[in-house]
């Protein structure tokens, strides 16, 4: 029988994340509640462990282990992590409203549990977010920029078909430039499959590899803007 105190939390999340692979359901649930409420692990790490999890599942459905039905269950596994962990996560932000940030999942792409955390964890730093949804092409982000006028716009992308809209995205809003002489807003690019080549394919202005990061870029762009109109 293994010395309980002598499981480190590396281990503790190692496991979390093999959990969720294996697509144990209830006992992922167990687990997270566990480690908030014995406070083992902060929110960030389950989180992280959790989409770790997911990537291994991701893994496996590209070498035919899991079919869709297994994506399936993921998303409902990650989504109810999701819920556990929202509340806290929340109760970490800052209520000080920061800017408006406009938000969706490109075109050609329906993921977005991604997205809706990163938009609720957006508006509990005090952002005032418009989600566009999912699938959303490059044409509804113009027309919605236009009305909402954000400080920044932001896209999430997981499926590889569909990062040529990101790119389109960015095209487009190049273009509106040249239309009106004001400066188009800032592009964030995030979602799982996003990495340093996609940003660099896409010539958005920033990406970020999870939600909290993605919370920081918009936080210090925020600021700089507040300072530059003061
Ligand atoms: C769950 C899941 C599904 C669910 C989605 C449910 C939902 N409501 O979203 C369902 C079953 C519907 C699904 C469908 C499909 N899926 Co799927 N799916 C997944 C899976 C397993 C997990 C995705 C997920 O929710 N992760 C957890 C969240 C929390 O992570 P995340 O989205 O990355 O978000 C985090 C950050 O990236 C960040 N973030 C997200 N968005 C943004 C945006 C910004 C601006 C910022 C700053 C941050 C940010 O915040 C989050 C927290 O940090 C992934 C595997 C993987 N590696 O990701 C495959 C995966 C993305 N799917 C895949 C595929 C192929 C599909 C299908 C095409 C399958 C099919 N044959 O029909 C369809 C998609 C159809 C379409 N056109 O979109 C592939 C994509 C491969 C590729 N390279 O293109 C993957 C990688 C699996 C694989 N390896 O085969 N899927």
């Known amino acids: 029988m293994p010395d309980k105190s002598k499981i480190t939390n590396a281990h503790r999340m190692a496991e979390l994340s093999s959990l969720v692979a294996a697509l144990k359901e209830q ?3 167990e687990a997270i509640e566990a480690d908030l ?9 389950i989180l992280h462990a959790c989409q770790k999890g997911m990537r291994m599942v991701g893994a496996m459905h590209e070498e035919g ?15 109810e992590a ?22 969706g999942t490109i075109e050609g792409d329906i993921h977005d549990i991604g997205k809706n955390l990163f938009r609720d964890l957006l508006e509990c730093h005090g952002f005032s977010v418009m989600d566009l949804g999912v699938d959303v092409p490059p044409a509804d982000f113009i027309a919605a920029e236009a ?20 790119r389109e995205l960015v095209e487009m ?6 239309q009106s002489p004001q400066r188009r807003p800032i592009i964030l690019i995030g979602g799982g499959q ?19 990061s993605g919370i920081a870029i918009c936080q210090r762009l925020a600021r700089e803007l507040e300072e530059k109109s003061e």
């Open 27 to 29: 006992e992922v649930l």
């Open 147 to 166: 009305k909402f006028r954000p400080c920044l716009v932001a896209a999430s992308a997981l499926v590889t078909e569909s990062f040529h809209h990101l």
């Open 65 to 79: 282990r899991y079919f869709i039905a297994g994506l399936i269950m993921a998303g409902e596994i990650m989504r």
């Open 194 to 212: 996003v990495d340093e080549r996609v940003f660099r394919i896409t010539g958005a202005d920033f990406w970020a590899e999870d939600a909290l």
């Open 37 to 45: 409420l014995s406070g083992a692990a902060s929110p960030i790490e």
């Open 82 to 103: 999701i819920e556990l962990l929202k509340p806290v996560l929340i109760k970490a932000g800052s209520g000080k409203s920061s800017g408006r940030v406009l938000l």
């Open 173 to 178: 809003f190049d273009e509106t430039v040249h």
